[in-house]
């Protein structure tokens, strides 16, 4: 007998991509399945889609909650899982039929805690675009101990710092997300790493995002985008321990982070306070980043820059990069 396997769905007024997700979980080759709909609020019609669905396949539980966020609407999902394995997929996304199947036999090939997939990006006319790995075939197989790829995703090396496209372990890893806008999965997917013996990752891309405009990851709202930093400042101190190596990726993935939030709050009213934070954590670890061979060169450039003036970093890197 195959174990229970938990889905979660937080959802909060996807109405127009819901179906698709449920449906391409639903469709799944393995079949024992617990798929818990995480009703976050809902102010369109997500609730009552999620009510027929739940109608027509007794593996369907419904929870109708108050709106507080997608943080706190997976952490419902984990206190009332009971399958033994456990993986999230947002209601604006969808999954290839074969993608629990893949994630749980790499699970049990490898004796791992955590499995992984590629991803690709869909927008609604169709468009696809994969970011990651993509010197490497489908059929591509990765291996580390949790540590290993915690400093690997940290350096934005192979492994997504994403909840999604992922199978856990329950009695490994399962801990709960903390309330931020952006950046609340990557802390806990952090946590996920560091508790994991071993990890697996194949580089198909089973697992598919739908880019919604809706989204909070898409629109702009400043404190939302400054989440990003203090994300970056927490996986700094609380992982920056554990290791000299660990401690290196975790300045190279706070001094990176910063020069995301810089380039989007630049020039923007009523973010000064912001901005001389990111300054400073940019000239404090500039100088580790720089000498740091395993830091991404585009950001080993972008510390050298900042010696020019971070007006005049922001002018270069804009009109290299294109970002706004």
Same mark, same amino acid.
């Given at each position: 007998?195959?174990?229970?396997?938990?889905?979660?769905?937080?959802?909060?007024?996807?109405?127009?991509?819901?179906?698709?997700?449920?449906?391409?979980?639903?469709?799944?080759?393995?079949?024992?399945?617990?798929?818990?709909?995480?009703?976050?609020?809902?102010?369109?019609?997500?609730?009552?889609?999620?009510?027929?669905?739940?109608?027509?396949?007794?593996?369907?539980?419904?929870?109708?909650?108050?709106?507080?966020?997608?943080?706190?609407?997976?952490?419902?999902?984990?206190?009332?899982?009971?399958?033994?394995?456990?993986?999230?997929?947002?209601?604006?996304?969808?999954?290839?039929?074969?993608?629990?199947?893949?994630?749980?036999?790499? *699970?049990? +090939?490898?004796? /791992?805690? @955590? %499995?992984?997939?590629?991803?690709?990006?869909?927008?609604?006319?169709? $468009? #696809? =675009?994969?970011?990651?790995?993509?010197?490497?075939?489908?059929?591509?197989?990765?291996?580390?101990?949790?540590?290993?790829?915690?400093?690997?995703?940290?350096?934005?090396?192979?492994?997504?710092?994403?909840?999604?496209?992922?199978?856990?372990?329950?009695?490994?890893?399962?801990?709960?997300?903390?309330?931020?806008?952006?950046?609340?999965?990557?802390?806990?997917?952090?946590?996920?790493?560091?508790?994991?013996?071993?990890?697996?990752?194949?580089?198909?891309?089973?697992?598919?995002?739908?880019?919604?405009?809706?989204?909070?990851?898409?629109?702009?709202?400043?404190?939302?985008?400054?989440?990003?930093?203090?994300?970056?400042?927490? *996986?700094? +101190?609380?992982? /920056?321990? @554990? %290791?000299?190596?660990?401690?290196?990726?975790?300045?190279?993935?706070? $001094? #990176? =982070?910063?020069?995301?939030?810089?380039?989007?709050?630049?020039?923007?009213?009523?973010?000064?306070?912001?901005?001389?934070?990111?300054?400073?954590?940019?000239?404090?670890?500039?100088?580790?980043?720089?000498?740091?061979?395993?830091?991404?060169?585009?950001?080993?450039?972008?510390?050298?820059?900042?010696?020019?003036?971070?007006?005049?970093?922001?002018?270069?890197?804009?009109?290299?990069?294109?970002?706004?």
């Amino acid at each position: 007998m195959y174990p229970l396997i938990s889905v979660i769905i937080p959802i909060y007024n996807v109405e127009t991509f819901l179906p698709s997700c449920i449906e391409s979980v639903i469709n799944q080759t393995y079949e024992n399945l617990e798929i818990i709909l995480i009703d976050d609020g809902s102010t369109d019609k997500s609730g009552k889609i999620c009510n027929k669905y739940s109608e027509n396949d007794s593996r369907i539980t419904v929870i109708h909650k108050d709106n507080e966020g997608v943080a706190e609407a997976r952490n419902t999902g984990i206190a009332n899982m009971s399958g033994e394995y456990f993986c999230f997929v947002d209601g604006d996304d969808y999954v290839d039929n074969e993608y629990i199947s893949e994630m749980y036999s790499l *699970i049990k +090939e490898y004796d /791992a805690d @955590i %499995s992984m997939c590629s991803y690709v990006y869909k927008w609604r006319d169709g $468009t #696809e =675009k994969r970011t990651r790995n993509t010197d490497y075939s489908d059929d591509t197989v990765f291996s580390d101990t949790g540590i290993d790829a915690l400093k690997k995703l940290l350096y934005g090396q192979i492994y997504a710092p994403s909840c999604c496209g992922k199978l856990f372990k329950k009695d490994r890893v399962a801990v709960n997300f903390p309330k931020y806008a952006i950046g609340e999965d990557v802390l806990s997917c952090i946590d996920y790493l560091q508790n994991a013996k071993k990890v697996v990752m194949i580089n198909a891309p089973l697992y598919l995002y739908m880019q919604n405009e809706n989204s909070v990851t898409h629109s702009f709202n400043i404190e939302k985008i400054y989440d990003m930093v203090k994300t970056a400042d927490i *996986i700094y +101190e609380k992982y /920056a321990i @554990i %290791s000299d190596e660990i401690k290196n990726a975790a300045t190279y993935y706070l $001094t #990176e =982070k910063n020069f995301i939030v810089f380039m989007k709050l630049y020039g923007k009213n009523g973010v000064q306070d912001r901005i001389n934070h990111i300054k400073k954590n940019i000239k404090q670890y500039r100088n580790v980043v720089i000498r740091d061979k395993n830091a991404e060169l585009r950001t080993r450039i972008a510390c050298i820059l900042s010696y020019l003036g971070f007006g005049a970093l922001y002018k270069i890197r804009n009109a290299i990069s294109g970002d706004k």
